[in-house]
């Protein structure tokens, strides 16, 4: 537990990207010293809080149609996660990913604007209900997918060019919202499922995000 009163908090907000899923199991987790929430906390120190909030199958505002997968909407759980991680500095979002499967039948285009209304907007303007403050925001789009790999086609078939297209719409959408954004698809490669990460690839993500909070800080 951090003690640091002056710690800036940190809420990674997220899906299965964020909660660690290991690739090519059934719903094995990595870590918490592997998850890239846990390494960001290291490579940060005491300085900051990091808090992770992820969950497997979270989409954005879909309700997915599976027997226990209640409560995978993204957008009903955001203010209340956000109030009660309560003061926050910062939201690290990266969702949308599962949007992208082909059961949901939503463009990019749509993709974004239900990430800039309902996400972006929301966070930036969410007041602290005790300090005078809202949290800044980096925006991360999702990893492209590999769809030679039968766990990522049989649920993303249709979705590659809307997986690229998101790059340049998240990019965007941080742009003139005034939020830091981080082209994640440079950085990572999906592991052996084509679709989560591997503890490698955890810690890439970690170290890249950490750079952009350091340099932003400076520049404060």
């Not at 990893?143 to 993303?156: C, E, H, V």
């Amino acid at each position: 537990m951090n003690t640091n009163p002056d710690a800036k908090r940190i809420l990674c907000y997220g899906d299965s990207l964020t909660w660690g899923y290991i690739p090519d199991t059934n719903h094995q987790r990595h870590l918490a010293n592997v998850r890239w929430p846990g390494v960001l906390q290291d490579l940060l120190g005491n300085n900051y809080e990091v808090i992770e909030e992820g969950l497997n199958s979270r989409t954005l505002i879909s309700n997915d149609p599976r027997s226990g997968k209640e409560g995978r909407s993204g957008r009903e759980y955001l203010i209340p996660c956000l109030d009660t991680h309560d003061p926050i500095d910062l939201v690290i979002l990266l969702l949308g990913g599962n949007e992208l499967k082909d059961i949901y039948q939503m463009s990019a285009k749509k993709i974004g604007e239900i990430v800039e209304k309902e996400f972006v907007q929301i966070i930036l303007n969410r007041k602290s209900q005790f300090l005078v403050k809202t949290p800044k925001l980096l925006l991360i789009p999702p990893p492209i997918m590999d769809l030679s790999k039968k766990y990522a086609y049989d649920r993303f078939a249709n979705s590659a060019e809307k997986n690229k297209k998101l790059v340049q719409i998240f990019k965007k959408i941080a742009q003139e919202n005034s939020c830091l954004f981080l082209d994640v698809t440079k950085r990572v490669t999906v592991g052996a499922d084509g679709v989560h990460l591997n503890g490698g690839n955890q810690k890439k993500l970690a170290k890249a995000i950490a750079a952009i909070i350091i340099n932003s800080s400076k520049d404060a």
